[in-house]
């Protein structure tokens, strides 16, 4: 069983910055993905950013230049940094890791991000 622990959410102005960071725990192959989507009241789950463990990203345009993923596989960590926050960057950000050679696919509880002032 895997489970994945996400933290770093929280309340901040436009044009701030948050760090998420998401532990992941258990039996996964090192062969992996690992995400942050968003879901905002209303709309549907969208990716934010992804990370393969060899480390090549992928981001969805509305973050580009704003937001950086990392991670640390030795760690089993992934984080999402986050700059130059707007409101519409408000939702609860879920932390994804997925096998590549498989369908293992597994999430985080969430974390709730507002930017307002």
């Known amino acids: 069983q895997v489970q994945l622990v996400e933290s770093g959410g929280?309340?901040?102005?436009?044009g701030g910055s948050l760090r998420l960071s998401c532990a992941a725990s258990g039996s996964i192959s090192s062969i992996n993905i690992m995400g942050w989507y968003r879901q905002a009241p209303g709309k549907q789950r969208e990716l934010v950013a992804d990370i393969t463990n060899s480390g090549s990203t992928n981001y969805a345009d509305s973050v580009k230049g704003r937001f950086s993923i990392s991670r640390e596989n030795a760690k089993n960590t992934v984080y999402l940094q986050m700059n130059s926050l707007k409101p519409e960057d408000t939702a609860v950000?879920?932390?994804?890791?997925?096998?590549?050679?498989?369908t293992n696919n597994y999430w985080g509880q969430g974390t709730q991000v507002t930017v307002s002032s």
């Not at 929280?10 to 436009?14: A, K, S, T, W």
């Open 10 to 14: 929280g309340l901040v102005q436009p």
């Open 93 to 102: 950000y879920l932390c994804n890791i997925r096998v590549i050679y498989g």
